[in-house]
């Protein structure tokens, strides 16, 4: 079983940075796409980023465009979440996940597509 290790979530003030970082326990596939999720309280949990492993597509939501860069480093089945300009309402806890083996076209944007799930890194943000 794959296991996704997450680090880099804190507090910060509205307007700064943080880079999220997931490790995967095993090396991914070339079918493979990682992506980012998150959710905060009262909320469901919902899609934030996500990347094909090979060849680097990538997708995100209306809400992170242009504000957060999802990215890998193949060598070290890593997956990285640079988060700029952020905002209140990006508080939330913030889940790497993993699908193993992806046929869309695009990046997989639902949570039930991905097969293992990292356990979370709180990402606060104040005003």
């Known amino acids: 079983q794959v296991q996704l290790v997450e680090s880099g979530g804190g507090s910060v003030q509205a307007g700064g940075s943080l880079r999220l970082s997931c490790a995967a326990s095993?090396?991914?596939?070339?079918?493979?796409?990682m992506g980012w999720f998150r959710q905060a309280p009262g909320k469901e949990r919902e899609f934030v980023a996500a990347?094909?492993?090979?060849?680097?597509?990538?997708g995100y939501a209306d809400s992170v465009k242009g504000r957060f860069t999802i990215s890998r480093d193949n060598a070290e089945n890593t997956v990285y979440l640079q988060m700029n300009s952020l905002k209140p309402e990006d508080t939330a806890v913030y889940y790497c996940?993993?699908?193993?083996?992806?046929?869309?076209?695009?990046?997989?944007?639902?949570?039930?597509?991905?097969?293992?799930w990292g356990q979370g890194t709180q990402v606060t943000v104040s005003s």
């Open positions: 095993a090396r991914t596939f070339s079918r493979a796409a």
């Open positions: 990347i094909k492993w090979s060849g680097g597509a990538t």
């Open positions: 996940a993993l699908d193993r083996t992806t046929y869309s076209i695009g990046v997989p944007t639902t949570s039930n597509a991905y097969d293992y």
